[in-house]
């Protein structure tokens, strides 16, 4: 299965800042996704990034608060805009391999928005 | 729409003794049905899968599952619970669309 790179792992950050997460798979990979895994909470998909198209974002979600970048079969970026404490959360990349559903997880990234 | 429920959020167990964790889904059609594991500061990791055929699935790490269809249901089990499985433990659905729906995830502690 791909291997996933995923920088920072952590961070603190201060309120009305952005914070760029990287996502590098060490082999070309069609689908992206992106997670957040809210304090107490289960994972929720933020959005599907597909290299040469606009992300698609699921509900509750938008480009401008998660705009994501994705250039190559390899790298994926996620931008947390405008940060507020409510931020606060583990964001993980996601790749999906040859088989439907065969997912391999980035180990995330724990931001704190103070 | 799809839903997974894990009614246990907290589990402590002893180690050496069994272990099932217990997940229950909603879903129109035949599900594609997951658990994995996440350790402190890890991602997620798969341990097993369910598709089709054989309702026992068994995974890694010495973890089986078995999918109730009467039931929705897609228990974990494992027969002898080691101080290394402390963790939290993800049930998740195919949504379709390459979507997965996770449940809200159940906190294993082993006590030795």
Known sequence: SAVISQKPSRDICQRGTSLTIQCQVDSQVTMMFWYRQQPGQSLTLIATANQGSEATYESGFVIDKFPISRPNLTFSTLTVSNMSPEDSSIYLCSVQGRHRYGYTFGSGTRLTVV | ?112
């Open chain 2, 1 to 112: 729409a799809q839903s997974v429920t894990q009614p246990d959020i907290h589990i402590t167990v002893s180690e050496g003794a069994s272990l099932e964790l217990r997940c229950n889904y909603s879903y129109g059609a035949t599900p594609y049905l997951f658990w994995y594991v996440q350790s402190p500061g890890q991602g997620l990791q798969l341990l097993l899968k369910y598709f089709s055929g054989d309702t026992l699935v068994q995974g890694i790490k010495g973890f089986e599952a078995e999918f109730k269809r009467s039931q929705s249901s897609f228990n974990l089990r494992k027969p002898s619970v080691h101080w290394s499985d402390a963790a939290e433990y993800f049930c998740a659905v195919g949504a379709g669309g390459n979507k997965l729906v996770f449940g809200a995830g159940t906190i294993l502690r082993v006590k030795s």
